[in-house]
């Protein structure tokens, strides 16, 4: 699979979750005539950003970057997510909706990654 298809599979997967909100984040830059634009959260965000709300009804931001079997997060990508965990919401990797759903469970026990 690729990253989309496994993007779009963790997105319907999230139905199970209604707790959960998740936003597909593009990032990049386009060129309109002389002009570039950049769209999305920030150089290196997540993929998949959104809230997870805690067993005491609190909101926690949650990013979660999605990656194939054999792909690597860059550097900018790892700093993104380091800075969410510092900052008290849940950042990690995941490769599968598998991951997905248990990313979800270490983010509603207050785990950081």
């Known amino acids: 699979m690729t990253e ?10 999230m139905d199970a979750h209604p707790d959960v ?12 005539g002389s002009r ?6 920030a150089p290196g965000s ?3 950003i959104g809230v997870v709300t805690m067993p005491s009804g609190v909101g926690r931001f949650l990013a979660l970057e999605v990656k194939t079997d ?7 990508q790892l700093t993104f997510l380091d800075l969410v965990r510092r900052r008290g919401g849940f ?3 995941v490769r599968s909706v598998a991951d997905a759903h248990a990313a ?3 983010a509603r026990a207050g785990e950081a990654a």
């Open 4 to 13: 989309g298809q496994i993007q779009d599979a963790i997105r319907l997967a």
């Open 104 to 106: 979800i469970a270490r």
């Open 36 to 41: 570039r634009v950049r769209y999305g959260l």
């Open 46 to 48: 997540a993929d998949l």
């Open 70 to 76: 054999k792909g690597r997060a860059r550097a900018e």
């Open 21 to 32: 909100v998740l936003w597909r984040n593009n990032v990049g830059v386009a060129i309109e």
């Open 91 to 93: 950042a990690c990797v």
